[in-house]
């Protein structure tokens, strides 16, 4: 049974931002950034490692139509639009279209820029999602298992380990919630996340640059925080596949890299697991890579940032202004700060 709710305040529908506002609100702030800014060319390493890309003219927005039985499904268990246009900080939120058409997702390509484009008949139906290991109920979920999952609206901040962030209105629903429905027994003690393989679909992962699957990982205890999201939508709608369709992690107070999306594993552990960037530059990407001002990336400093849209730069926020719900998660003298690039 598909339950919807609202978090938060219910504020009249006079007042929720229509669609056609929230897609153009900012239009007028990129074309005049446009005007000033080089648009820098990237490196190998380069999303989650090089130089930053300015956002570039706004790419036609590519709005699910729910015409598939499976898409209006998906729909039907969404939320709703979304109940408010700040987050908890009074920070605007992100267009819909400058959050979908600027993404890391490097099964497609490392340009930011053309992910929508390439991933767009990626298919995320059917799907299923494997959840085992060190479990007494293993079980394979389908999407309507997941979708059966109460669905919230959770506005949160995405601070990328490359100084840009966005705020995102996330539909999804508590991981420890799906966690708790396998009972991970008491040898568990890290949660291991997989994304799909798809070599006919995700035409960067034939070009061998890195240890693929995409890999990442979370301390249970971490998992099980409230903050930690299974995210099936955003802006009241389903997920496009550049967003990580048909179900991504979310974890805010985290850099961007660790909320893997289009996941098809998740595996209970005993072990600390190795992530994709452990493996591929581990003297820059650590396990807990939670946001930190002061703790430089090796190539890059993580003081400041610059927020999609805006001019200038924002002061980072210790755990991405989420200390008061997390800081208590890293008290242990065995959290190894250095990691936290
Ligand atoms: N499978 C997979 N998940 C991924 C990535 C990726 O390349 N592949 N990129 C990560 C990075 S570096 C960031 S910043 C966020 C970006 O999410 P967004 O494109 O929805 O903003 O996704 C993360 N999840
Ligand atoms: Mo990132």
Same mark, same amino acid.
């Given at each position: 049974m598909l339950i919807k709710k609202r978090t938060g305040i219910e504020i009249?529908?006079?007042?929720?931002?229509?669609?056609s506002v929230y897609l153009s609100r900012r239009q007028f702030?990129? $074309?005049?950034?446009?005007?000033?800014?080089?648009?820098?060319?990237?490196?190998? @390493?380069? !999303?989650?490692?090089?130089? %930053?890309?300015?956002?570039?003219?706004?790419?036609?927005?590519?709005?699910?139509t729910g015409s598939s039985a499976e898409e209006s499904f998906i729909q039907e268990a969404m939320p709703g639009p979304v109940s408010t246009t700040t987050d908890e900080l009074g920070d605007p939120l992100n267009s819909f279209e400058e959050i979908t058409n600027y993404n890391n997702y490097y099964e497609f390509t490392t340009d930011k820029e053309r992910v929508a484009t390439l991933a767009k008949?990626?298919?995320?139906?059917?799907?299923?999602?494997?959840? $085992?290991?060190?479990?007494?109920?293993?079980?394979?979920?389908?999407?309507?298992? @997941?979708? !059966?999952?109460?669905?919230? %609206?959770?506005?949160?901040?995405?601070?990328?380990?490359?100084?840009w962030s966005m705020v995102i209105p996330w539909v999804g629903f508590p991981l420890s919630k799906l966690l708790n429905e396998v009972e991970p027994t008491s040898a568990a003690k890290y949660v291991r996340f997989e994304t799909i393989e798809d070599r006919e679909n995700m035409p960067g992962l034939s070009r061998g640059l890195f240890p693929w699957p995409y890999v990442e990982g979370l301390r249970l205890d971490e998992a099980m925080n409230d903050l930690a999201i299974l995210s099936t939508g955003l802006y009241g709608e389903p997920l496009l596949p550049q967003s990580g369709a048909p179900i991504r992690l979310v974890v805010p107070w985290k850099y961007g890299f660790k909320s893997i999306k289009s996941i098809v594993k998740i595996d209970l552990v005993d072990t600390m697991p190795q992530s994709l960037w452990m493996r591929a530059a581990p003297n820059e990407y650590g396990f807990f890579a939670t946001v930190n001002p002061n703790v430089d990336h090796p190539r890059w400093?993580?003081?400041?940032?610059?927020?999609?849209?805006?001019?200038?730069?924002?002061?980072?926020?210790m755990f991405n202004g989420y200390a008061d719900q997390v800081a208590h998660l890293y008290d242990d003298p065995n959290y190894d700060t250095t990691q936290s690039s």
């Open positions: 009249p529908s006079s007042e929720i931002t229509p669609k702030m990129r $074309g005049a950034a446009l005007s000033t800014a080089a648009v820098a060319a990237g490196g190998l @390493l380069a !999303a989650c490692g090089a130089s %930053e890309t300015e956002p570039t003219e706004a790419v036609s927005t590519n709005i699910a008949d990626f298919p995320t139906a059917p799907w299923q999602v494997e959840v $085992g290991g060190l479990v007494n109920k293993p079980k394979t979920f389908g999407l309507e298992d @997941l979708l !059966a999952f109460e669905q919230e %609206e959770r506005i949160y901040r995405l601070r990328c380990v490359e100084a400093s993580q003081a400041t940032e610059r927020r999609i849209g805006e001019f200038g730069r924002r002061e980072t926020l």
